[in-house]
């Protein structure tokens, strides 16, 4: 089936370091991938997607870029701050369908 | 605004006592599940429905129960609510085709079962 695994956390980090938290996936079909990011107390919200090879989705600095060849979909950010502080989900789906299966998470604190 | 709301927010219990967490959403959409977070585990898929009498189980749907009678409700139902139910849980909705289509999620149901 498919399946999402992403870095363990906590990632500590202190302000304006650079991130990445690695993810890969495996899926059949073509999936489109996902980050959500959920902040202390809240829901799951859209970070950035892309639906097919070399695309780069981006969004508040955080940048992810689909890569067939190694299954993977790593997250980047140049310059972090503590308000990113929070939980950040991989995630597929499959296109054509809207069931997402999701990574574990992974939790980025930073520090001022 | 877009949003997708769940009640209650907070809930305790005590095993066994049938409970039910109500989610709404104001988005047309067709789509909604259910999913619980456990530490370590991630979230996972309770249940979900294509639209409205269609539903279908997710990975972990044991000792759960959902509807479809409404589009825009999607009831989740414990009717024998048991301490490893006790999790967070969030309601989401989206579209329906062939794009990548945003989830909205609820704000999430902390649900304890003493």
């Known amino acids: 089936g498919d399946s999402v695994t992403q870095m363990e956390g906590p990632v500590t980090l202190s302000e304006e370091a650079f991130l990445t938290i690695n993810c890969t996936y495996t899926?059949?079909?073509?999936?489109?991938l996902f980050w959500y990011v959920q902040y202390p107390g809240e829901g799951l919200q859209l970070l950035l997607k892309?639906?097919?090879?070399?695309d780069k989705g981006s969004n508040k600095g955080f940048e992810a870029t689909y890569r067939k060849e190694t299954t993977s979909f790593h997250l980047e950010k140049g310059s972090v701050q503590v308000s990113d502080s929070a939980v950040y989900f991989c995630?597929?789906?499959?296109?054509?369908?809207?069931?997402?299966?999701f990574g574990k998470g992974t939790m980025l604190l930073v520090s001022p | 605004e877009a949003q997708v709301t769940q009640n209650p927010r907070y809930l305790i219990t005590v095993t066994g006592k049938k409970l039910t967490v109500t989610c709404s959403q104001n988005?047309?959409?067709?789509?909604m599940s259910w999913y619980r977070q456990d530490p370590g585990l991630g979230l996972r898929q309770i249940y979900y429905?294509?639209?409205?009498?269609?539903?279908d189980k997710g990975d972990v749907p044991e000792g759960y129960k959902v509807s479809r009678k409404e589009k825009r409700n999607f009831p989740l139902i414990l009717e024998s609510p048991s301490p490893n139910q006790t999790s967070l849980y969030f309601c989401?909705?989206?579209?329906?085709?062939?794009?990548?289509?945003?989830?909205?999620f609820g704000p999430g149901t902390r649900l304890t079962v003493t």
């Open positions: 429905s294509m639209n409205v009498e269609v539903t």
């Open positions: 989401a909705s989206t579209a329906i085709g062939a794009g990548a289509y945003e989830q909205y």
């Open positions: 995630a597929l789906s499959v296109t054509g369908y809207s069931t997402l299966t």
């Open positions: 899926a059949t079909g073509y999936p489109s």
């Open positions: 892309a639906t097919k090879a070399d």
């Open positions: 988005m047309n959409h067709e789509y």
